[in-house]
């Protein structure tokens, strides 16, 4: 059984930075695509940043030069490196893994985390 889970949410200052951290058991994350959601209040939820089987990543536009994602396919643990950080930026933050990109890429991963908070203030 898989299970996502994610950490390091918190609420920080605009100009601060957070790491977000993602586990998932019951999966090889080699063999998955990995990414990074955000919702919002109020709002939809919208992919911000994918790494696939190969370690290609694709950033959102909205947070490119100031969000980095990486994993450690030895401790099967997922980051969010997010820097430069926005009042906009505050949401909840979900870690996401599913075999098939495709899946990932349309927003609709087979395994989700249960979220993070992030709060940024001005």
Known sequence: ?????E???GSVQAGGSLRLSCTASGLTYSNYCMGWFSQPPGKDRKRVALIDSDGRTDIADSVKGR????Q???KNVL????D???PEDTA???CAADPRPNRIWGG???YWGQGTQVTVSS
């Open 1 to 5: 059984q898989v299970q996502v889970q």
């Open 7 to 9: 950490s390091g949410g």
């Open 67 to 70: 969000f980095t994602i990486s």
């Open 72 to 74: 450690d396919n030895a």
């Open 79 to 82: 980051y969010l490196q997010m």
């Open 84 to 86: 430069s950080l926005k």
């Open 92 to 94: 909840m933050y979900y």
């Open 108 to 110: 609709f991963p087979k």
